[in-house]
T-cell receptor, first 117, second 111 residues
């Protein structure tokens, strides 16, 4: 009954290759995200989708292309992988709730550890 | 966008109370403060959220002074399993889905 799942967990590949990471959430949330966490543990938002619509794109290279076939899935495709793409990529989701007394909270997946050689 | 500043690391011993303070001098009127916990090799996990004064749940307490320029996460009687990185976030009132994580505080709990 995993809430947010990612595949694969580990990904080792060569420079120049194209790879995809898949994310699925079974929480019924409207919004999904991709984050990149580098070796210094800084966690940076990359993309956000709400009901399959892109709402946040944080100056990420065009080599990164998110795809949301439905609101339960947000996949990340990376073209022409570079050494600097090595990081842990986290998928997250959140319900569309924002009131005067509560803000959205995010539920994160286990991460995909990408190593580009 | 309100940026946050936290200590890079803290050490504690089992059974102690740990207080981690976060500075957010530019917090806006409608911004909330949220804390996440991240264990090694896992994604961050929501701990607690607040707007002002004090919030308490089964895991932690969050203290926010009147000027809201800082907040303190309080973990009562920590155990070894509380060793993790703790992130303080201030949400962007104009961008509902933007979350900016700072560098976090690495808490080391020793026996």
């Amino acid at each position: 009954d995993t809430a947010v799942s990612q595949t694969p967990k580990y990904l080792v590949t060569q420079m120049g290759n194209d790879k995809s990471i898949k994310c699925e959430q079974n929480l019924g949330h409207d919004t999904m995200y991709w984050y990149k966490q580098d070796s210094k543990k800084f966690l940076k938002i990359m993309f956000s989708y709400n009901n399959k619509e892109l709402i946040i794109n944080e100056t990420v290279p065009n080599r990164f292309s998110p795809k949301s076939p439905d609101k339960a899935h947000l996949n990340l495709h990376i073209n022409s992988l570079e050494l600097g793409d090595s990081a842990v990529y986290f998928c997250a989701s959140s319900p569309k709730i924002r009131t005067s007394v509560i803000r959205e909270t995010q539920y994160f997946g286990p991460g995909t550890r990408l190593l580009v050689l | 966008l309100a940026k946050t500043t936290q200590p890079i690391s803290m050490d504690s011993y089992e059974g102690q109370e740990v207080n981690i303070t976060c500075s957010h001098n530019n917090i806006a009127t409608n911004d909330y403060i949220t804390w996440y916990q991240q264990f090694p090799s896992q994604g961050p996990r929501f701990i607690i959220q607040g707007y002002k004064t004090k919030v308490t749940n089964e895991v932690a307490s969050l203290f926010i002074p009147a000027d809201r320029k800082s907040s303190t996460l309080s973990l009562p009687r920590v155990s070894l399993s509380d060793t993790a990185v703790y992130y303080c976030l201030v949400d962007d009132q104009y961008n509902f889905n933007k979350f900016y994580f700072g560098s976090g505080t690495k808490l080391n709990v020793k026996p």
